[in-house]
């Protein structure tokens, strides 16, 4: 087992993240909560085995996160893999004209995200949880260099899509 001053600081950077990108993809506040806690279980337990010149603990940590959301799809046989919400939070209105706009807009973004080919999805849905080109590279197992283009030919079909 990890010491727990040494993962603490892990738990404590990243928790926000993996859970935004567990509930993203599950749109479930109960379902994430159970996967992200699984997630850190499965992290802890794996501590001394993780190599810090391998791969950042974030990119080790979305691993995990991203294999515990595939086997939760798995464990209820769903094939289907759910979107990531492409538009970040906003700040809050009091506006009920301006949030309904809003949620509007958001399920149309859904709806034009669940087109894209899986690995444009994930390469939106690992963006928007904030890793970097090289840690979504390290995922995918391509390069940098691939996950940027990838990323980018992704927002280049959703610009494409939402104008039609």
């Not at 190599?51 to 799809?73: C, G, K, M, S």
């Amino acid at each position: 087992m990890a010491p727990l001053n040494e993962f603490e600081g892990v738990y404590g950077e990243l928790f926000n993240r993996i859970y935004a990108y567990v509930r993203a993809q599950l749109r479930n506040d109960a379902d994430a909560e159970d996967v992200t806690a699984t997630v850190f279980m499965n992290a802890y337990r794996a501590w001394g085995r993780y190599e810090p010149q391998a791969e950042t603990p974030a990119a080790w940590l979305f691993r995990i996160a991203r294999n515990a959301v595939l086997d939760f799809h798995r464990g209820a046989g769903r094939r289907e893999r759910l979107l990531y919400v492409v538009g970040r939070e906003r700040e809050d209105v009091d506006d009920p004209a301006v949030m309904a706009e809003r949620g509007l807009e958001h399920e149309r973004l859904l709806g034009v995200v669940e087109r894209l080919p899986d690995r444009q999805r994930e390469v939106v849905r690992l963006r928007m949880a904030e890793l970097s080109f090289l840690e979504i590279g390290t995922l995918l197992e391509c390069t940098d260099d691939a996950a940027k283009m990838l990323y980018h030919r992704a927002l280049r079909a959703l610009r494409e899509m939402l104008s039609e």
